[in-house]
């Protein structure tokens, strides 16, 4: 591997350290912090901008956090209204309280689970604000979080005092979105693969359909164009087959 390779997976994963440690602190990093997470990689100007960019896309404030809301759609914003108006009917916990909720719910308590779940629901809402604008609707990532939150307060024999435990709800809750954004990522992915497919099919079939002056065969395609057969008859069925050009018969394919 390269000099320069190994150079940007280094900047790669710092920015993605960067990225996560920004948003456990509520969606802020200091200049200074950036500096120092980069610093060994002696950076121009121009690529601490284009740092900058990328964490003002991924709703990370410098020096101050910036506000979710102007990044939701006016759909998510509604949503988050009416949510949030639902969460308030949620009675809220003393610092003292809470503590002995906790500690009841390490020892396995499921009363105390189920009321530190109604009262870390919130947490999941201030979460999934810092991951708004990734792909993923708002309401989406809450009910990631939910679910999350839910599996996580059982779990909580992993930790030893109470101090850990809304760290540890926290990292799981992130977790839960970050994973439910690459799924996301890697659908879009998908998806865009498949249509790239279609078209390139499509095209070759046209081109052959207007020299033969009628639609082609699959066979045809094959041994005019070369493509594979497995590729062809996996862009038809992907088109649901729409691919005008090819005159498709399944039962005479299989």
Do not use: W
């Not at 740092?51 to 956090?65: M, P, R, S, T, V």
């Not at 919130?122 to 810092?130: E, R």
């Not at 989406?140 to 850990?164: C, F, R, W």
Request: net charge negative.
């Amino acid at each position: 591997m390269s000099n320069l390779e190994n150079k940007e997976q280094l900047f790669a994963s710092i920015l993605a350290d960067v990225t996560k440690s920004a948003r456990k602190q509520g969606g802020v990093i200091t200049q200074e912090e950036i500096d120092q997470a980069f610093e060994e990689l002696e950076l121009s100007d121009s690529q601490f901008d284009l740092i900058k960019d990328y964490l003002k896309k991924h709703n990370i404030g410098i020096g101050e956090a910036i506000d979710p809301s102007e990044y939701l759609t006016s759909e998510e914003s509604g949503y988050l209204e009416n949510y949030l108006e639902d969460l308030k009917g949620i009675e809220a916990a003393t610092e003292g309280e809470k503590e002995a909720i906790i500690m009841s719910a390490m020892a396995g308590d499921k009363t105390a689970q189920g009321r530190l779940i109604e009262i870390s629901l919130s947490t999941v809402v201030d979460i999934a604000k810092l991951y708004s604008e990734q792909g993923v609707y708002l309401e989406d990532l809450i009910g990631e979080g939910n679910i999350a939150l839910t599996k996580a307060v059982t779990q909580l024999s992993e930790i030893d005092k109470p101090s850990e435990c809304e760290g540890f709800l926290g990292q799981v809750i992130m977790d839960a979105m970050e994973a439910a954004i690459e799924d996301d990522m890697a659908e879009t992915s998908r998806g865009q693969k498949a249509v790239a497919l279609v078209q390139e099919v499509a095209d070759k079939a046209r081109e052959l359909a207007q020299e033969l002056r009628r639609s082609c065969t699959v066979d045809e395609l094959c041994e005019e164009t070369g493509m594979d057969r497995g590729k062809i008859l996996e862009a038809i069925k992907v088109s649901g087959n729409q691919i005008e050009d090819i005159d498709y018969k399944p039962e005479k394919e299989n």
